[in-house]
């Protein structure tokens, strides 16, 4: 009781906190989710239910009560009432209930393992839905800029204009040009702040307007990541399935499985009968227990391959996967080197040519519009680059890396 107790405290004590913080970091934000994950709880109660649904399955037989009355009219004699009792049980030789209670729990520790894969994908998803929010973010300040030093001017050339140094067109153009942008940032105000409820509704964190993420703690672009462990619960499962048939092979090698005792008390009008009965299976009769280990020994097999085959094709996505990583970090540098080349080289000098009338509106809006362009790719880019490391974590399984 007091535990639970605590357990309330502290849950309602980091809420309030979260409400109350302006800054939330991605790990408070996993934190959350790891407290309120649904998935999580989910798997906690199954496993709970197959852990239950295996212990009814392997119980003891119950006993059986036998009952039995009538009357008997004899031939000879007076007539009377006759009436017999008796019970009756199966018992189980041989270890082979405890065989049977370890290959269920084996083959529910596999699904397990393999629900497990959906938390790590949860976790993951969570993890880029924050990288992408934090791109939006980082997108939505730099085309601030961009609109603020069109802005200012926008707000030169209508006092040139109301001086008759340029003409209205040209007034108009980067009038059209700015409201054109001004748009575009309110669709990407309006996407980071969509991008920022996801996470925090997925996280379960209580979140206000004035909620913000960090982002200080995004996960640096690389070429490659460091993937320890790969397909460790894929492995783990598939082992654990393993044994759960080669215990199904022992518990089918048993030449006597169980035995049915029962005891009995009858009475008949003139006599009390006593009966003791015992009663063994002959399996040497029967093909079924050769046939259960045949059929244990295939779906040995047929784990092996399928594990084989499902490992095949994991790496060949996860190769996939790191190839495409490599390339779109490769293209992040790129398009970073290219961005800042045009932003602080070639556009200021066209800005400067523009200004003293050297080039005309068109030419510089065009060539800002080619900033915007690249911008926008660049940002795109890093999108893609996270999808596909997240996406690559998930393969492998990957708990916790950055």
Not at 336 to 351: A, V
Request: overall charge positive.
């Amino acid at each position: 009781m007091i535990k639970k107790m605590m357990h309330s405290l502290i849950v309602c004590f980091l809420t309030i906190n979260f409400s109350e913080a302006s800054t939330l970091t991605l790990q408070q934000i996993l934190n959350a989710a790891k407290e309120h994950n649904m998935i999580s709880k989910s798997i906690e109660k199954e496993t709970l239910a197959l852990k239950a649904s295996n212990l009814a399955a392997t119980a003891s037989n119950p006993y059986q009560l036998y009952v039995e009355g009538g009357e008997a009219r004899p031939q000879v004699g007076a007539k009377g009432y006759e009436y017999a009792l008796g019970l009756s049980k199966t018992i189980i030789l041989g270890g082979i209930q405890k065989q049977e209670r370890e290959m269920a729990q084996l083959k529910n520790q596999a699904m397990m393992l393999d629900a497990q894969k959906g938390v790590i994908n949860f976790t993951n998803g969570l993890k880029n839905l924050y990288h992408q929010h934090c791109l939006d973010v980082k997108k939505y300040r730099s085309f601030t800029q961009s609109f603020n030093d069109l802005n200012q001017l926008y707000k030169k050339k209508e006092k040139a204009y109301k001086y008759q140094e340029i003409a209205k067109t040209e007034l108009m153009q980067i009038k059209s040009e700015k409201n054109r942008l001004w748009a575009k940032l309110q669709a990407m105000k309006m996407e980071q702040d969509i991008s920022k409820q996801k996470v925090l509704m997925l996280s379960k964190v209580y979140f206000n307007g004035q909620s913000k993420l960090s982002c200080s703690d995004m996960f640096p672009i690389r070429s490659s990541v460091a993937l320890k462990d790969a397909f460790e619960l894929t492995q783990s499962a598939y082992e654990k399935r393993k044994e759960s048939t080669l215990k199904k092979r022992q518990r089918y090698s048993h030449a006597i499985e169980s035995v049915n005792v029962s005891a009995q008390y009858g009475q008949e009008i003139d006599i009390d009968r006593y009966t003791i009965g015992v009663t063994v299976p002959l399996n040497f009769s029967s093909k079924r227990s050769e046939q259960q280990k045949v059929a244990a020994m295939y779906e040995n097999e047929a784990l092996s391959y399928k594990y084989e085959q499902d490992i095949l094709e994991k790496k060949s996505l996860m190769a996939q996967l790191q190839s495409e990583l490599k390339s779109n970090a490769m293209m992040v540098n790129m398009l970073s080197e290219n961005y800042k080349e045009y932003e602080e080289k070639l556009l200021p000098l066209i800005k400067n040519s523009y200004l003293l009338g050297e080039t005309s509106v068109i030419e510089y809006l065009l060539n800002r519009q080619k900033l915007y362009t690249l911008n926008q790719e660049l940002f795109a880019t890093k999108k893609a680059y996270y999808n596909t490391l997240f996406t690559l974590y998930s393969l492998s399984e990957t708990k916790d890396t950055k």
